[in-house]
């Protein structure tokens, strides 16, 4: 599923989400991680505007099962995997799972109200 399918695999699901569909399973980390270039790739697809300078490594918003979490980009990470912290996953894991990926409008304040402290953007 590399960098080139990763992205694709979202789709317009509603105003405030993407869905796609990822390998999801228990990673090492605190928090949850996307192969760096598969996060590159989604977020200048997904997140960006194409206008100007713009982030390619700001936090993906994503949601499983109710929780919404920052996902960040990890080298060490296989392509095509969203490897998440033990409180998020379950007994299921590892397993091909929807997850819902937050429009950008709307993940600064999904995760503020979240209790997830949000990067100033800058």
């Not at 979202?10 to 090492?28: A, R």
């Not at 590159?40 to 099962?65: C, F, H, S, W």
């Not at 998020?88 to 894991?93: E, K, Q």
């Amino acid at each position: 599923m590399g960098v080139g399918n990763t992205h694709s695999m979202f789709k317009k699901f509603s105003s405030g989400y993407y869905l796609g569909v990822l390998y999801v399973e228990p990673g090492d980390e605190e928090r949850a991680a996307l192969n760096e270039h598969d996060h590159e790739a989604v977020n200048r697809q997904l997140y960006t505007d194409g206008d100007g300078v713009e982030r390619v490594d700001a936090p993906l918003v994503m949601k499983i099962d109710g929780s919404h979490f920052p996902v960040r980009g990890d080298e060490g990470v296989p392509a095509g995997i969203l490897t998440v912290p033990e409180p998020l996953a379950d007994d299921g894991l590892p397993e091909r799972r929807e997850v819902f990926l937050a429009r950008p409008e709307h993940a600064g304040q999904l995760l503020k109200y979240g209790g997830w402290r949000v990067p100033d953007g800058s």
